[in-house]
């Protein structure tokens, strides 16, 4: 399996804070049966996770020494899982932000309790600038837990969606849940991932109860587009 969102690299944002704590969830990531990982460290400005891209292959790079003595095998892409503003391009062009593996692929979030439907115009204007934008769980969004058709404007766009796996199992409550299964059922998911923060993550323990409830849901073809196919897709920009 591919992850392509979590916050793995540690120290950086709201995710894991030590390397200890980074090597942790890697190894259990690997032992679930991931054997590559792009790590999504937030960029955002409000909560100050603003590492620059020279800082964050740093710390990639240690991650990947230690993981190679511990003979862990896993391997690593850098990536972000960027807020949505106005000034992304011109923040990967100054090494502020990082694509995913360096391709012109982006992990975009926008505000989760916030109806923002300038949103729509930034990521179009993203595509026309002929990057592949990805949307971060959907599913917690308010604007789409309201109203679900709005998800259909932003597919007609172009633009990719990528589920958590956790929101099956009712993580982020009633309505993400609900609106997990009906993108499921209704193939709009392009990808599925973790989005895990920490070693002690429900994620790990729930993860084959998560397996199962999904493949209640979708079929075990879509389930392989969803967390082996598709994810190496993205990784290579071939989509």
Do not use: W
Not at 18 to 27: H, I, P, Y
Not at 76 to 98: D, F, T
Not at 138 to 145: A, G, M, N, W
Not at 225 to 239: R, S, T, V
Request: glycine share 4%; proline share 3%.
């Amino acid at each position: 399996m591919i992850d392509v969102h979590n916050h793995i690299l540690y120290g950086i944002d709201d995710g894991c804070k030590t390397k200890e704590e980074s090597l942790s969830v890697l190894e259990k990531m690997s032992n679930l049966g991931y054997e590559k990982i792009v790590v999504t460290p937030h960029y955002m400005e409000e909560a100050n996770y603003t590492a620059n891209h020279e800082e964050k292959m740093k710390l990639l790079k240690e991650l990947e020494t230690e993981l190679k003595f511990k003979h862990i095998p896993l391997k690593l892409y850098l990536g972000q899982e960027i807020y949505i503003q106005e000034s992304i391009e011109e923040k990967i062009k100054r090494k502020q932000i990082s694509t995913i593996n360096n391709r012109k692929v982006l992990l975009v979030e926008i505000p989760m309790f916030e109806k923002m439907h300038e949103a729509l115009d930034f990521l179009d204007e993203l595509i026309f600038q002929g990057y592949k934008v990805i949307l971060a769980h959907p599913e917690r969004y308010l604007i789409f837990q309201e109203n679900p058709t709005l998800i259909q404007d932003y597919l007609s766009k172009g633009i990719f969606l990528q589920g958590n796996m956790e929101s099956i199992n009712g993580k982020y409550g009633k309505k993400a849940q609900k609106l997990s299964k009906f993108l499921l059922k209704n193939k709009m998911y392009f990808v599925l991932a973790s989005d895990v923060h920490h070693e002690n993550a429900s994620f790990f323990e729930d993860f084959y109860k998560i397996k199962k409830k999904l493949l209640k849901v979708i079929t075990e073809d879509y389930f392989k587009e969803l967390l082996f196919i598709n994810p190496e897709k993205i990784i290579n920009a071939d989509f």
